[in-house]
């Protein structure tokens, strides 16, 4: 119950929607391909560094800092942002950054904008509140620019395309680029080079042409104003310094206290995500400068939920996540259901717990992100800020099942229990009414232990599709009461 909107469609569950890719032969091999790939990297670049349990430490205490002073570092960003030329703007939900937005790129009097990857624009879905206005946004990382041609949508957070191989994203190329300026190259094969290559010469006319920007941040620095974007290809540089106008549109949980606290993460990010020493590519700017870069630079801090998240003291760990994307490389079930089943720009096992807290858990594909995870910690464990993830499940479980309370825009209002879990609650109480009667207990053992012989080789119903590949465990020759009893002297 919820008006936040994170840029996507309506969408099924997610055992429904992680059914239908899990069956898709293709899509599950280019997924496991990509992501042993980029796992197996990240593992040997983290091992270089001897410090990389200090470095994690300290990021975490940087961000956990910042949360619980968020109010403070945000005023003090507005203030260096605006002394240096800015002008910042805020928006307490999706429909408020896209006005703001749309409305700065009108008046300027153009109706083109180039992108560099912006996860928060993608989750108030800017580029069609543009399009309805007139106004065409192009996005240029490589990526990104995939996705937009194919009409799709990401299914990463670092490789938004990484449901594509080489062939289909040659296909995509031939077929799509002339409807948005140059068309891809006569014979063009599938080598990555000359896919990156057709990408180059396709954007390069919308970079010189440009006059506005739309950008994102992976940080930005209260105490200068200074906006940060990491990126791997140039095409960041080129949005980021050649129009007349930059907007900015970034989360109010990307804010760190001082320029310092950087030299953490310059460390963590680049190796967690793309397995690189140093990122390729590291654009700062503070404000504006005359003759140099943008003449107008706008910022819009985005709220979108994330205020309630952070008034959730075991949830708000979510928003230390700096968009790393290494909990999906190692996460089992990422693999095998892709991106798209999780219904969120965010996926993976950071989607599993920010989108339900951004959102609410109201609807059905919010109630089950929570159980998308086998709990096995994996994305705990390379997280580089320490973000419990399944911690965080667990407690969006339980509200799920107990269907609320949550607060929404300073309302306190109760969920109703999400389809679905209705026989898991019932197992739970009937769990707590034996537990609580020892005598029941006892003879509910009792009569099961007698009955070992009548066990089946399947489960019946539901849980028959566990035993279509497994066998159930035997029963041990005895049991524990009466090995108990035979071996303490009849004690219980």
């Not at 800017?126 to 996705?147: F, K, P, Q, R, S």
């Not at 954007?203 to 990491?230: H, I, Y």
Request: aromatic share 6%; proline share 6%; with cysteine.
């Amino acid at each position: 119950m919820t008006g936040t909107f994170m840029g996507m469609p309506a969408f099924p569950a997610f055992p429904d929607a992680a059914r239908q890719a899990v069956g898709d032969g293709v899509l599950r091999a280019n997924l496991r391909r990509a992501t042993h790939t980029i796992r197996d990297k990240r593992a040997r670049a983290v091992a270089e560094l001897a410090d990389w349990d200090r470095l994690r430490a300290a990021g975490k205490a940087v961000k956990d800092h910042t949360l619980r002073h968020l109010d403070r570092y945000l005023l003090q960003l507005e203030e260096s942002v605006t002394a240096a030329g800015g002008t910042v703007h805020w928006a307490a939900d999706a429909d408020e950054a896209n006005r703001i937005v749309t409305g700065l790129v009108l008046a300027t009097g153009h109706r083109e904008v180039v992108k560099v990857k912006s996860m928060a624009t993608q989750e108030i879905g800017l580029n069609e509140a543009l399009e309805a206005a007139g106004i065409a946004a192009y996005e240029t990382d490589l990526a990104e620019l995939i996705v937009q041609l194919g009409h799709d949508r990401p299914s990463h957070i670092l490789v938004p395309a990484i449901h594509r191989n080489r062939a289909e994203i040659r296909d995509i190329f031939e077929a799509e680029m002339g409807r948005l300026g140059l068309p891809a190259p006569d014979g063009l094969g599938d080598d990555p080079r000359e896919l990156a290559e057709a990408a180059r010469l396709h954007l390069r006319e919308k970079f010189l042409r440009a006059k506005v920007g739309v950008s994102g941040a992976n940080f930005m620095v209260a105490e200068t104003g200074t906006m940060v974007v990491f990126e791997s290809e140039g095409n960041g540089r080129m949005c980021l310094t050649l129009p007349e106008t930059l907007i900015s549109v970034v989360g109010i949980e990307k804010v760190v206290p001082a320029f310092r606290d950087l030299e953490i993460f310059l460390q963590t990010l680049p190796r967690s995500s793309t397995a690189e020493r140093m990122n390729p590519y590291t654009t700062m700017w503070t404000g504006t400068t005359d003759g140099d870069g943008p003449s107008a630079f706008h910022l819009v801090l985005l709220d979108n939920g994330r205020t309630d998240t952070l008034a959730d003291e075991v949830g708000r760990q979510a928003l230390r996540c700096i968009r790393c994307s290494a909990c999906l490389n190692v996460c089992p079930v990422y693999e095998r259901a892709g991106g798209h089943a999780y219904g969120s720009v965010y996926p993976g096992p950071i989607g599993a717990i920010l989108s339900p807290q951004l959102r609410g858990t109201g609807s059905e594909i919010d109630a089950s992100l929570p159980y998308a995870s086998t709990l096995c910690g994996a994305c705990y464990e390379v997280c580089p800020v320490a973000i419990d993830i399944p911690e965080v499940l667990v407690h969006l479980r339980e509200r799920v099942a107990q269907g609320g309370p949550v607060t929404r825009e300073g309302i306190r209002v109760r969920i109703r229990p999400a389809h679905g879990h209705t026989a898991e609650r019932a197992a739970m109480r009937a769990a707590r009414l034996l537990l609580d009667h020892p005598g029941a207990l006892r003879a509910g053992e009792r009569l099961l232990a007698r009955s070992r012989r009548l066990r089946p080789r399947r489960l019946p119903g539901p849980g028959r599709a566990w035993t279509d590949t497994r066998d159930l465990p035997e029963p041990p020759p005895e049991p524990f009461r009466d090995w108990w009893s035979r071996e303490r002297g009849g004690q219980e």
